[in-house]
């Protein structure tokens, strides 16, 4: 399938609750290695952004979402418990609409590649992710998205 946005990708959850269908999705992805992040996922965060209008879900009854800061919420399968996405909420911290969506719900996530990592002072000493790429720290990332000091949230 194919569209204006470009090919689709289809993925979805562990038990199947949730499927989508993802078109303009990134043929990249970035992995986050903030302490949300890890508590959420249980290590990195890799996800690929995929444009609000590129993607299409079936099952949206069985998806719950967390506003884990003033800026963000995080969705997830309320049947299987299945992380989906990372979505920037205030709209004066983010660019465009996009959904950035965990890369092993891909059902084929070949040619994907991983082009940074943020947060990268907070990732724990037991791994290490090879390649060249941009790795940006927490001060870097916050100093983008976080309210001003004194601000209220």
């Not at 609409?97 to 040619?111: H, I, K, M, R």
């Amino acid at each position: 399938m194919s569209g204006a946005l470009g090919p689709a990708r289809s993925g979805g959850c562990l038990c199947g609750s949730v499927r989508f269908t993802a078109q303009g999705a990134d043929e990249q992805f970035n992995a986050c290695h903030c302490r949300m992040c890890q508590r959420w996922v249980g290590g990195p965060f890799m996800a690929v952004s995929v444009p609000a209008e590129g993607l299409a879900v079936t099952g949206d009854w069985h998806i719950g979402t967390y506003q884990s800061s003033c800026w963000a919420e995080r969705a997830f399968c309320r049947q299987c418990g299945s992380a989906l996405w990372y979505r920037v909420t205030d709209p004066g911290k983010r660019e465009r609409d996009v959904f950035e969506v965990l890369l092993g719900l891909f059902d084929d996530p070949s040619g994907i590649a991983m082009t940074g990592e943020i947060f990268i002072d907070r990732k724990p000493e037991a791994y290490a992710l090879h390649g060249d790429h941009p790795r940006r720290t927490e001060a870097e990332i916050l100093a983008l998205y976080a309210p001003a000091e004194g601000a209220t949230a």
